[in-house]
DNA sequence: CCTTAACTTCACAAATTTCTGAAAGAAGCG
DNA sequence: CGCTTCTTTCAGAAATTTGTGAAGTTAAGG
């Protein structure tokens, strides 16, 4: 039996995990195959596969794979990695740092702000709209203070509890 | 000129705000008309409007007016007020809710890590898939309360901004 | 208790999104 | 330097999502 790493690995538990989880992560707003790339990802021994393998376990075509790996690499949810030798690629989740992109969202909160912003500006900071989009960025601000704080106590939490990678 | 409340709101540009908060909400993944309708209310002076009045300056149906606040009421991000006398009905966003309900999004976290935790089951603990998931839970739990702490402080933050209500 | 105004639900049409197959494009290896 | 292997791009088919019109439901007001 091919056991190269530890344990057995039962593909019919894994394929539960992976579509269970990648339906909670469309719910949350991520496109289908996205979220199905990444929960695959996220099941795998290794945190890394190459595109043949998903393409197999997800039993959808490269291209597929191809664009949905597109997006995950701009989101900073996965990593690629040319293998030295071959042409293959892997792509990685590295444990640490899918999770902080997922929630930090540095990129989205900029956008709301920038364009509550505009709101203040072009509705009047005088206006009761403007009053309320005003206290939103500011909340923004705070938020986003806070959360590299956050980050900096989870790492510390997480030594803790794991020890450092 | 009606003037009821203060200062002229000019139709140009409410709407181009509308609009560009919309976008970027879609983008952030909900779905375009909650996104609209909610930006249209965050515009108003108010912070309340009808359904005619959405459905007016949206140029859309009754229809799709009450599709997207039944999505909008679920998430928290607008409350619903009967009107004494009519039958009209009113939605408000409470400025301090709504981005409370928006960052938390408690009931996602508990999703997810109920996923997660499923995963950690299916595949063991002692595996490294299993490993990377149940730090990944760990975070969510240090997360969870560590945001409500950041909400806390917000609170204290705004009060000493604007003032409490 | 009937009328009327407002909101909701439902079936369907239109628009958008998503995935595939095929072809083109890189990059190692002989 | 050409062959081979893997990945990306592109056009189109299929499926899903979205918004409308019309009928249905609830509740105020006469």
């Known amino acids: 039996m091919a056991e190269s790493s530890a344990v057995e690995r039962d ?35 290794s945190g890394a596969m190459t595109s043949a393998e998903l393409g197999e376990l997800l039993q959808v075509s490269p291209a597929a794979v191809s664009g949905a790996v597109r997006y995950l690499a701009q989101q900073h949810m996965v990593r690629r990695e ?17 999770y ?8 989205v909160l900029k956008r709301w702000e920038h364009a ?15 009053q ?20 900096e106590r989870w790492r510390a939490h997480r030594e803790e509890l794991f020890g450092q990678d």
Chains 1, 2 share one sequence.
């Open 11 to 45: 593909p019919k538990a894994v394929s539960s995990f992976v579509e269970g989880f990648a339906a909670q992560l469309v719910e949350a707003g991520m496109a289908r195959m996205p979220s199905r790339v990444f929960a695959a990802l996220l099941s795998s021994d």
């Open 82 to 98: 040319r293998e030295p030798g071959s042409r293959r690629e892997r792509y990685r989740v590295h444990s640490d740092q899918w």
């Open 100 to 107: 902080e992109a997922l929630t930090s969202r540095d990129a």
């Open 116 to 130: 509550l912003r505009e709101g203040v500006d072009s509705l009047g900071a005088e206006t009761p709209a403007g």
């Open 132 to 151: 309320r989009m005003a206290e939103t960025v500011a909340f923004f601000e705070f938020m986003e203070g806070e959360l590299a704080q956050v980050m």
